[in-house]
T-cell receptor, first 113, second 114 residues
Framework: GNSVTQMEGPVTLSEEAFLTINCTYT??????LFWYVQYPGEGLQLLLK?????DKGSNKGFEATYRKETTSFHLEKGSVQVSDSAVYFC????????????FGSGTRLSIRP | NAGVTQTPKFRVLKTGQSMTLLCAQD?????MYWYRQDPGMGLRLIHY???????AKGEVPDGYNVSRLKKQNFLLGLESAAPSQTSVYFC?????????????FGQGTRLTVV
């Protein structure tokens, strides 16, 4: 079946550090891949997405590349800020039905000044 | 610009009590979903709807019922609450299904069953 595995947190970094949050997936066909972010006390919001192999999604300095050969969609940012502290969810949407978006377990990121 | 609104935001129930969570969206979306979020388990789909008057079971539907009488509203009911239903519940909506569909989420309802 379809599944998403992301690195466990919490992840704590200093401001301006480089960030990588790993995400790998299992899926049949060609899913779309997403990163959602959840700020404290809020719901999830879409951070970036990619719909086919080798696509790079980017937003707010974050990037992730759809790697079909390694079934990965790792989230990266070159220089994190305190305001990036949040929980990050990797997700996939199977080709056949977007109503069954599958989420990873989330990675809590804390950035210290 | 309200987006997706959930009520209530917090609730404490006693075991066996019933309640209804309301989700309203003002984006004319066809699809609506209810998820629960538990520590270390990500988001799990409870029920979803692909249009007014339709509902379908998700990954963890037991103990919950839903209704979609109006396109803009999606109700989640607990007929007899259990401590295992203590969780944060999120409603989401999307325009359609498809590869580029983005889901919009409400701010969540924190439910505690004692």
């Amino acid at each position: 079946g379809n599944s998403v595995t992301q690195m466990e947190g919490p992840v704590t970094l200093s401001e301006e550090a480089f960030l990588t949050i790993n995400c790998t997936y299992t899926a049949t066909g060609y899913p779309s891949l997403f990163w959602y972010v959840q700020y404290p006390g809020e719901g999830l919001q879409l951070l970036l997405k990619a719909t086919k192999a080798d696509d790079k999604g980017s937003n707010k300095g974050f990037e992730a590349t759809y790697r079909k050969e390694t079934t990965s969609f790792h989230l990266e940012k070159g220089s994190v800020q305190v305001s990036d502290s949040a929980v990050y969810f990797c997700a996939l949407s199977p080709y056949s039905s977007a109503s069954k978006i599958i989420f990873g377990s989330g990675t809590r990121l804390s950035i210290r000044p | 610009n309200a987006g997706v609104t959930q009520t209530p935001k917090f609730r404490v129930l006693k075991t066996g009590q019933s309640m209804t969570l309301l989700c309203a969206q003002d984006m004319n979306h066809e699809y609506m979903y209810w998820y629960r979020q538990d520590p270390g388990m990500g988001l799990r789909l409870i029920h979803y709807s692909v249009g007014e008057g339709t509902t379908a079971k998700g990954e963890v539907p037991d103990g919950y019922n839903v209704s979609r009488l109006k396109k803009q509203n999606f109700l989640l009911g607990l007929e007899s609450a259990a401590p295992s239903q203590t969780s944060v519940y999120f409603c989401a909506s999307s325009y359609s299904e498809g590869l580029n569909t983005e889901a919009f989420f409400g701010q969540g309802t924190r439910l505690t069953v004692v």
